[in-house]
Structure formats: C-alpha cells, structure tokens
Nanobody, 125 residues
Framework: QVQLVESGGGLVQAGGSLRLSCAASGRTYRSGWFRQAPGKEREFVAAIRWSGSNTYYVDYADSARGRFTISRDNAKNAVYLQMNSLKPEDTAVYYC??????????????????WGQGTQVTVSS
C-alpha cells in the first residue's frame, strides 16, 4: 500500500504560478496528476514514469502542454507539477495518483490504484 500526500495548492491570480508536490510512501511505476472541477469529471493533467538511468517518459493533456511541467525525484519518491500561466479554467482540486505496476495507459484514472486526498487550486481572473 502506497500513501500519497499532496501539497502546494492555493489561490493565485491569472497568469501566476504554483508548484504542487506529492510525497509517496513507496516506489511506484508511474505517477500522474489529475484534476476535478465542480460539476465535471476527473480529468488527466500529466503523468511521468521512470525508465531507468536518467530516462523519463512524460505525457500531458492538451490543456497542460506548454504551461505545466511534471517532474519526479526517485530518491525522495516525490513528484511535482509546476504550473505556469495559470488560467481561471485551471481552477480545480488536483489529485496525485500512482500506478504500482505496468500499465499501457497514462491518462486513464481507472488504471491508477493509489490516490492522494487532493489539493485545491483556485485561479482568480
């Protein structure tokens, strides 16, 4: 069982930046970030997996690509989401998630078996 704890959410003005952190209690195969806005389904934001040595594979949702950067520190079992140029439509609860074993999918929430409790991100216009 892996526990995930997110931090770093908050209130920021449009155009600003936030960095989310997720601390895991153990090693995972793939780490991801999802978000859920009120009245909407949970949606994929970004994912990263380590392939050995210094090789990482990352995936981004179209809404995140170019503005958000996901990174991972294997030594600390931590994953980060740097969010720049934030927009009001980025407002949501952001969840850290992890896969414990191989999965071909990086963006399907059903393929993630560990979840954090979420951290609120609010972007004001």
């Amino acid at each position: 069982q892996v526990q995930l704890v997110e931090s770093g959410g908050g209130l920021v003005q449009a155009g600003g930046s936030l960095r989310l952190s997720c601390a895991a209690s153990g090693r995972t195969y793939r780490s991801g970030w999802f978000r859920q806005a009120p009245g909407k389904e949970r949606e994929f934001v970004a994912a990263i997996r380590w392939s050995g040595s210094n090789t990482y594979y990352v995936d981004y949702a179209d809404s995140a690509r170019g503005r958000f950067t996901i990174s991972r520190d294997n030594a600390k079992n931590a994953v980060y989401l740097q969010m720049n140029s934030l927009k009001p439509e980025d407002t949501a609860v952001y969840y850290c998630a992890a896969q414990s074993a191989y999965s071909a999918s990086s963006n399907d929430p059903l393929q993630y078996n560990y979840w954090g409790q979420g951290t609120q991100v609010t972007v004001s216009s």
